[in-house]
């Protein structure tokens, strides 16, 4: 009996610890995990921090002093451009290492190596679509230019200076949790992290759904309900704005072009709101006499922050503002000089075309009237715990076959044959965007502006400009295809060479303005030109109501301060309220109103139109019009091959203002015939009775933010290392757009002036460590809608009481 129970105990004990030492699917393995020695609980920082410290790394060529301020935020001061980038890769390890591994690993379709099989469908997708094809060809350029090739070698060996005097226990906390251990930087995952930004912004499609519905309804109603131009625009480039060069010819469209292509492939789907606002006004217009320049990047927000704060000064170089962690530069900022900001353009540089294969081998495509040499390239996923995955993805001309094995008849053969659809993309082309960093980084005035950006090719951004010479302007820039109007805007034939990429629009022609009459430049995503323009970039964009919005409050604005552009930033007034409420307040027959009805009907009748965290009003409104949006058309373009892909909510303010007796009202599923009236009335009954039974009568507990969903969530989607929901004003066409987790990634405003005065805030912190206490110090700032102002040092020698910490790092013989 003794045996048996020793026997028994010495099993347990041993499968115990086996237990604690073995992963078990997302679960980390608990013993390494809580080990006080190399656990968890090494994350953890304490409160005191040394106010002097030295280190030395092998490679330095000089001495570096790095002045920390009270949020963390490094002040690199190097004697040279390498110790520069290579202390600017060190300083962002220590902080971002994990965001910056697991984002690389994303972009370059290596998740399932350590989240195991769960993640092996983004990973094929991304290796699908190219993103290591794309990132080998821009670090190609890079590498062939003599400044950028240094700059990235330099980084990533400050980097792996980091991660070499690392073990398991300096580990950080993620690398734990995942049961992982950090790996070699490698230059090639500096180009990672712009294609993951191309993928961001530019890397979505809905040309698959919109093929469907123009086999479905035809191209008469098609280019009706989805039009190439807005029925209200207030575009980037100002109304009348002349162009000052000779078109190049603008290619045919040929004949096929609407050929019925089929489109089964989930269409991207892109929340509104999600873009940004940046504007620039001129001297004559500010309180100083010399430009401002405000810039609200709108993106995903998580812990840790897409963006890194930091300051870089080297010889002929003193730039600060915000990076990315895992790339050189500074991306967002300003120097003694000038100062830039970037928006999405929205530009059409993804496109999409079926192909035609010869035989099941797949080794030769129809294209120009003959048989065409495809190319192979074979993608090794490993799996954690699995054999790897060997995915053999297929290229022709266009660029890769993202979707195939598919079997159909085209319009040109009319048995079954193989089809494919092959992407031509962009960010599958050769770019050195770090060039134009570099250049806005070391730049003095418009003409170094302009010079950076021949070398931006994607994501297209919007670049506006402010320098303390009084110049402002603003540039819809990237390499953007010479195209057909429409082209992209459906599944093309891929075996007509009509409907290739038929060059590029020349830089010089790229819409752009400088110090124009009204006195400021501004985008918020919308259109980048009125329709003279002699060029075809996009056929949609984000709704006009956020760059409206902006453009009112600037052409009023006088004497204008930081704080003017502060409290811009953060407006949250609805100019689609101001547009649709009249009209749906006419239609809206009161009488006909219950007790919780009616009283809902005098709240959003006094609304004072802004989406404010204690409006009751913008509850009731935004979930009235999300319903009216939803009974227009959910009958019509629900279903499964449809895919949701709704007419723009500018098409739908346009139907109700415009077209009371469209054919659209009416519901295809019910027998009655249905009205613009009847949609109104009915979505606002339905809306009240709703929100009347999830919160009772209406009052408080309707208050916006306090209904509306707004969380910053960690990267790893753990709860208990996120912010929790808390309320926010604002909504997704709004000009301080939160909503469903995103919004302002990063605030700045930019006084310019012989002494040029930087403010901004990030919302969350500059560390990427849960335990410590520069994880989230910024968001309370950030939540309540102000800004700090930075600390932008013209030597390392400058006092400030807000220096904490100064490290100093010199070489290792």
């Known amino acids: 009996m003794k045996f048996t129970k020793a026997f028994f105990s010495i099993a347990f004990t041993l499968t115990l610890i086996w237990m604690l030492q073995t992963k078990f699917g997302p679960v980390p393995p608990l013993g390494k995990f809580l080990s006080p020695a190399d656990g968890f609980w090494q994350n ?3 409160k005191h921090i040394l106010t002097a410290s030295t280190l030395k790394l092998p490679g330095l060529q000089g001495t570096v002093t790095i002045k920390y301020d009270e949020n963390r935020i490094p002040h690199i001061f190097a004697q040279n451009e390498h110790d520069l980038y290579y202390a600017q890769g060190y300083v ?11 984002q690389t690993r994303s972009a ?3 998740l399932a190596e350590v989240a195991g099989d769960q993640a092996l469908e983004i990973d094929r997708y991304h290796r699908r679509m190219g993103m290591v094809y794309g990132a080998e060809n821009s670090l190609r350029a890079m590498m062939a230019d003599k400044t950028t090739r240094q700059m990235i070698l330099a980084y990533t060996d400050g980097i792996n200076a980091y991660i070499h005097q690392l073990g398991p226990r300096e580990y950080p906390l993620e690398f734990k949790l995942l049961d992982y251990a950090p790996e070699d930087w490698k230059p090639i995952n500096c180009a990672f992290l712009l294609k993951l930004m191309s993928e ?5 499609s809905n040309e698959f759904a919109m093929s469907n519905i123009l086999k479905k309804f035809g191209a008469t109603t098609t280019d009706d309900l989805f039009p190439d131009y807005p029925s209200k625009e207030d575009p980037i480039i100002p109304v009348g704005t002349k162009w000052d060069f000779k078109p190049l010819p603008i290619p045919k469209k040929p004949a096929g072009f609407l050929a019925q292509m089929n489109g089964e492939v989930k269409r991207s789907v892109k929340e509104e709101g999600i873009g ?3 504007w620039a006004v001129t001297g004559s217009k500010t309180a100083n006499g010399y430009p401002i320049l405000a810039n609200d990047p709108h993106l995903d927000l998580t812990f840790p922050s897409i963006w890194y704060q930091i300051q870089l000064s080297a010889p002929g170089m003193n730039v600060y503002g915000v990076s990315l962690p895992g790339a050189p530069c500074v991306i967002l900022g300003f120097n003694n000089n000038i100062s830039w900001g970037i928006t999405n353009v929205d530009a059409d540089v993804l496109d999409w075309y079926q192909v035609k294969f010869k035989d099941a081998a797949k080794n030769e495509y129809w294209y120009n009237k003959q048989w065409n040499k495809t190319t192979r390239r074979v993608e090794v996923i490993n799996i954690r715990g699995k054999a790897p995955l060997y995915d053999t993805v297929i290229y022709t001309h266009h660029g890769p076959v993202v979707y195939e094995d598919k079997s159909k008849t085209t319009p040109h053969t009319p048995k079954f044959v193989p089809v494919g659809d092959a992407l031509r993309w962009i960010a599958h082309d050769e ?3 770090l060039m134009t960093m570099y250049i806005l980084n070391t730049g003095k005035n418009y003409n170094d502006y302009r010079k950076a950006l021949t070398f931006f090719n994607a994501p297209a951004s919007n670049f506006v400009f402010a320098s303390k010479g009084n110049d402002i302007a603003i540039t819809p820039n990237g390499k953007f295809p010479l195209k057909f109007r429409d082209q992209g805007k459906f599944i093309m034939d891929g075996s007509d060479p009509a409907n290739d990429w038929h060059g ?29 323009y002699p060029y075809y970039i996009n056929w949609q964009f984000a709704p006009y109501e956020r760059g409206k919005r902006i453009n009112d409050r600037l052409a009023v604005m006088q004497k204008a301060t930081v704080d003017s552009m502060r409290l811009l930033q953060t407006d949250v007034y609805s100019i689609r309220a101001q547009d649709m409420m009249p009209a749906l307040m006419k239609y809206l027959d009161a009488t006909k109103l219950d007790q919780n009805q009616l009283a809902a009907y005098k709240i959003v009748k006094t609304w004072d139109k802004n989406f404010a965290v204690n409006s009751v009003g913008a509850t009731i409104f935004s979930n009235w019009w999300l319903e009216i949006y939803r009974m227009i058309w ?3 373009f629900g279903s499964k091959e449809l895919q949701a892909n709704y007419p723009s909510m500018d098409r739908t303010e346009k139907l109700i203002l415009q077209e009371p007796d469209s054919k659209w009202f009416d519901n295809i599923h019910s027998p009655a015939k249905e009205t613009c009236t009847e949609v109104i009335n009915h979505a606002f009954v339905n809306v009240i009775d709703s929100l009347t039974h999830k919160y009772g009568q209406p009052g408080k507990s309707w208050q916006w933010g306090a209904v509306k969903p707004m969380e910053i969530e960690h990267l790893t989607r753990q709860e208990a290392l996120s912010s929790g929901n808390f309320e926010s004003g604002g909504t997704g066409s709004t000009i301080n757009a939160l909503i469903n987790g995103h919004g302002p990634s990063w605030r700045m405003v930019v006084q310019m002036g012989p002494t040029v005065k930087g403010y901004g805030i990030l919302p969350g912190g500059e560390s990427g460590n849960p335990g410590s206490f520069f994880y989230d110090d910024m968001l309370k700032t950030w939540q309540q809608g102000q800004l700090k102002e930075l600390l932008f040092m013209q030597s390392p020698d400058e006092k400030s009481p807000r220096i904490k910490t100064t490290l100093t790092i010199s070489t290792k013989k």
């Open 44 to 46: 953890a920082e304490s």
């Open 634 to 636: 959910s009958d019509d």
């Open 200 to 204: 961001t912004l530019a890397g979505g």
């Open 504 to 532: 590029w629009i020349p830089f010089d022609q790229n819409p752009t303005v400088k110090n124009p009459p009204r006195g400021f430049v501004s985008s918020a995503n919308q259109s980048s030109t009125d329709q003279t």
């Open 276 to 278: 940004s606002n940046n």
């Open 92 to 102: 962002t390890a220590t902080e971002r290492l994990w965001q910056m591994d697991i």
């Open 431 to 433: 770019s050195n965007e």
């Open 108 to 110: 370059a379709g290596r």
